[in-house]
């Protein structure tokens, strides 16, 4: 009997301290591209692929991450009086239902695998998503979603995976290719971060994740790894030492760094540029940035 991946864990206990001081009160998660928050992306996309239990690992300081996907009688009161249906509707897919979501603490700062570990009680023997919304992916169909496609045929672990160049690869995960088979690879291993010509492919691994209950039970070994942390990346490879395939999936769409300022500034305006309604502006605020820049030179 094939398995449904149901349950997606969102690690988002992280103090953002690249976006300091704006995230001395604000959690970085809620911070807007445009006008959505980082989460509302991961959400969105996690529904599309079918997501129904949503597990968030938080830590102190998250409380507005949680009133986030609260129902606001007030807000909605005032707008049903106003008769701003849009505006409500739009309000309407913020809400996370009673026994949709649950949140974990993550109390000490100990890695990726470590938030994952936290939520291992309410995951039980059933594949899983980790999303990290940090990564947003502008892409027709749901990243996730693809990713849950190809998991209905591999029913194996599988990390989503893009193309880098050889600069940008001593800044992520980098897979060890067994066999290309296109949007599918079978994989040997995983260097993180390697050194700069000595990666064994171009396939980085980015914020997407399909995985067995294999890894948890490889994680609650808590084993310490790069950084005197607990690496999801290191659970990953003791599975497929123990017999566990591991693929890595070329998804179709462009992801954002939004854990970086740069990354950020760049969604935010991919995002507007596709938005009618900011289009046109926002095309005339850049040219006229553009040649100002030129007649200063």
Known sequence: MRSKVTKAIFPVAGLGTRFLPATKSVPKEIMTLVDRPLVQYAIDEAREAGIKEFIFVTSRGKGALEDYFDSAPQLEQELRKKGKDELLEILKNTNMDSGEVAYMRQHKPLGLGHAVWCARRLIANEPFAVILPDDVIAAEQSCLAQMVEAYEETQNNMVAAMEVSDDQASSYGVLD????????????GMVEKPQKGTAPSNLAVIGRYILTPQILRNLNKKKSGAGGEIQLTDAIDEARESGEEVYGFR?????????????????SVAFALDRDDLRDDLWAYLNDVVHARKAAQ
Not at 251 to 261: I, L, N, V
């Open 251 to 267: 998804f179709e769409g462009q992801r954002f760094d939004c854990g970086s300022k740069a990354g950020f500034l760049q969604a």
């Open 177 to 188: 290719i067994k066999e290309d088979m296109g949007r599918i690879v079978s994989t040997k």
